[in-house]
Nanobody, 124 residues
């Protein structure tokens, strides 16, 4: 089992920044990819960014490219998401997730472990 705990959400004005963290514990050696997803009210959960836990692979949703940066600290088993130039459309609950397969994917159903989520609200 892998346990994931997100932190860092909050309320910010449009154009501002937030940094999300996700602390991983348990069988972290089984993780191949970690990703960030988000879900706005009345909408499906959508992909934001993914990073290979060991290696150089990174991928972003088109909607956040150039504004968000995903990174990791393997020594601390922590996943990060730096969010800049935030827009009201970025308002959602943000989740981190871990995938134990060697194949990269952006579909939420392909991720085995999930955190509880952290709320990000961007005011106009």
């Amino acid at each position: 089992q892998v346990q994931l705990v997100e932190s860092g959400g909050g309320l910010v004005q449009a154009g501002g920044s937030l940094r999300l963290s996700c602390a991983a514990s348990g069988r972290t050696f089984s993780m191949y990819y970690m990703g960030w997803f988000r879900q706005a009210p009345g909408k499906e959960r959508e992909f934001v960014a993914v990073i290979k836990w060991i290696g150089g692979y990174i991928n972003y949703a088109d909607s956040v490219k150039g504004r968000f940066t995903i990174s990791r600290d393997n020594a601390k088993n922590t996943l990060l998401l730096q969010m800049n130039s935030l827009k009201p459309d970025d308002t959602a609950v943000y989740y981190c997730a871990a995938r134990t397969s060697v194949v990269a994917t952006t579909t939420p159903e392909s991720y085995r472990y999930w955190g509880q989520g952290t709320q990000v609200t961007v005011s106009s």
